[in-house]
């Protein structure tokens, strides 16, 4: 099983690193689709590598979750599920909102100064109607920053190193047909404020709600993909709503 670190880009050493480095690129740039299957004598040859090579790259990619191999089938890039998605995003829920109130209390005034010139370049970006700049880049490194700024070693690993791969794979195939652009904007503004006044608490509740707002924006995604409507909800969460329907 591979080390959290091993499924982050790398300066090449081997032949295998440089292959990895640019099928994990393209899966999670949307070059390869979901549910794409892995050829190893196409993919062998458009790389000019051997096929041990592209085979210990594909294991790295299976063993961080973006490649799965099925028997009789083969290895295929990771399939679309909305339950795995939802699973995600309340986790990151949870986790961001603790890290916004850490960061509220660890992060230096020139840092937070930072999160604040962030925000403006998505205001600008924005403006420019450059939405996908927005969604691979300015996002991202917003968010980065802020679990950075906790100081929590763990928190940072498990949402830097074990999630956001996955969370960069789903953004490229839900989020960008449906971009919140402003709304995201606004909500960023508001978390970083909260952070100016160091207003911990106020910081968690607001990334608690972005990142709830970005769940339901990818959910109504999915939706209009799949053509039909799904709940994506934990089976607490839909006895919750029915009990709350039938009250």
Same mark, same amino acid.
């Given at each position: 099983m591979a080390t959290a670190s091993s499924c982050e880009e790398q300066e090449p050493v081997t032949i295998a690193d440089r292959v990895f480095n640019q099928l994990r690129e393209a899966i999670l740039g949307g070059k390869m689709a979901p549910g794409q299957k892995i050829s190893e004598p196409e993919l062998a040859s458009s790389y000019g590598v051997s096929r041990g090579s592209l085979r210990e790259a594909i294991a790295r990619l299976e063993s961080c979750n973006l490649v799965e191999r099925k028997p009789n089938v083969g290895a295929r890039?990771? !399939?679309?599920?909305?339950?795995?998605? =939802?699973?995600?995003?309340?986790? @990151?829920?949870?986790?961001?909102? =603790?890290?916004? @109130?850490?960061?509220?209390?660890? =992060?230096? !005034?020139?840092?937070? !100064?930072?999160? +604040?010139k962030i925000v403006e370049t998505q205001r600008k970006e924005i403006s420019g109607g450059n939405y996908a700049y927005f969604l691979k880049e300015v996002d991202l490194d917003f968010h980065f920053r802020i679990i950075q700024g906790s100081r929590n070693r +763990?928190?940072? +690993?498990?949402?830097?190193?074990?999630? &956001?791969?996955?969370? +960069?794979? &789903?953004?490229?195939?839900?989020?960008?047909s449906s971009p919140r652009p402003e709304?995201?904007?606004q909500e960023h503004s508001a978390i970083v404020a909260a =952070?100016?006044?160091g207003d911990g608490e106020m910081a968690e509740l607001l990334m608690r709600h972005h990142i709830r707002a970005s769940?339901?924006?990818? @959910?109504?995604?999915f939706e209009a993909m799949q053509g039909e409507p799904v709940t994506g909800q934990s089976a607490r969460e839909q006895t919750m709503q029915a009990r709350t329907n039938a009250s």
């Open positions: 890039v990771i !399939t679309l599920s909305i339950e795995e998605l =939802m699973e995600i995003y309340h986790i @990151r829920e949870a986790l961001e909102g =603790m890290a916004a @109130r850490l960061a509220a209390d660890n =992060m230096e !005034t020139e840092e937070i !100064t930072e999160l +604040r +763990r928190l940072i +690993r498990l949402l830097c190193k074990d999630l &956001y791969d996955l969370v +960069r794979f &789903y953004r490229a195939s839900f989020s960008a709304e995201a904007y =952070m100016e006044r769940r339901e924006n990818a @959910r109504r995604s």
